[in-house]
């Protein structure tokens, strides 16, 4: 079992930035991969950015130079820095966290956060 917390959506202007975070707690074996999904008002949901556990990330074309996503394994909570925000990035962000719990499967669950909205707008 996961439980996560998400932080630091608001409102802002474009061109701003904003720096989302979100951390894990519970049972876990290790927490394999981290991400970032949001859903617009009348769209389906659609991955921002994802990172492994060793560090390999991947972005979605539309954030692409724009956002960041990082994580503290330590910490067990990853980032998503988004700077030069656009209008079309309002959305609710949801966290996803992928977690093993034993060292001894490949078995894995997806855990989601509460999600946190981000408006974009003058």
């Known amino acids: 079992q996961v439980q996560l917390v998400e932080s630091g959506g608001g409102l802002v202007q474009p061109g701003g930035s904003l720096r989302l975070s979100c951390a894990a707690s519970?049972?876990?074996?290790?927490?394999?991969?981290m991400a970032w999904y949001r859903q617009a008002p009348g769209k389906e949901r659609e991955l921002v950015a994802a990172v492994s556990f060793g560090g390999s990330t991947n972005y979605a074309d539309s954030i692409k130079g724009r956002f960041t996503i990082s994580r503290d394994n330590a910490k067990n909570t990853v980032y998503l820095q988004m700077n030069s925000l656009k209008p079309e990035d309002t959305a609710v962000y949801y966290c996803n966290v992928r977690a093993g719990f034993s060292p001894w499967s490949d078995t894995v669950s997806d855990y989601w956060g509460q999600g946190t909205q981000v408006t974009v707008s003058s």
């Open positions: 519970g049972s876990f074996f290790r927490i394999n991969a």
